[in-house]
């Protein structure tokens, strides 16, 4: 059995694709989702994948405009960035629910594990 990638992981392929994607607006967020949703394992694992960008960048944003002294103007503009990454990443989400949701990178169920762990394969 191939084990689960990092959400982390997941996130990164996302973007990557996402971005080499660029000249097909709107598709690219799907197809780089689905193959995020796909690299986690599951559909609820890559809709925590394609979120992830998004709060980075917003926590980021924030953390460099309170280096400039202005904390709340970060906050506000995080805050707002991060609202239109996730509006904008839609079909990253729907990607990815659909990438996790047809992974076959699951987990055995544990009836199967017991049963082949007897050797009654």
Known sequence: MASRSSVVGASIWMVVVTLLLFFLPGVNGLIGGAIGGYK????????AAAVLPAVVT??????????FSLPVLGFLA?????????????????GAAIGGAVSNRRPPRQETTDRLARGQG
């Open 58 to 67: 917003a926590v980021a944003l924030w953390i460099v405009l309170t280096a």
């Open 78 to 94: 995080g805050l707002a960035t991060g609202v239109v990454v996730l509006l904008a990443d839609l079909g990253m989400f729907v």
């Open 40 to 47: 986690a394992g599951s559909a609820g694992r890559g809709v």
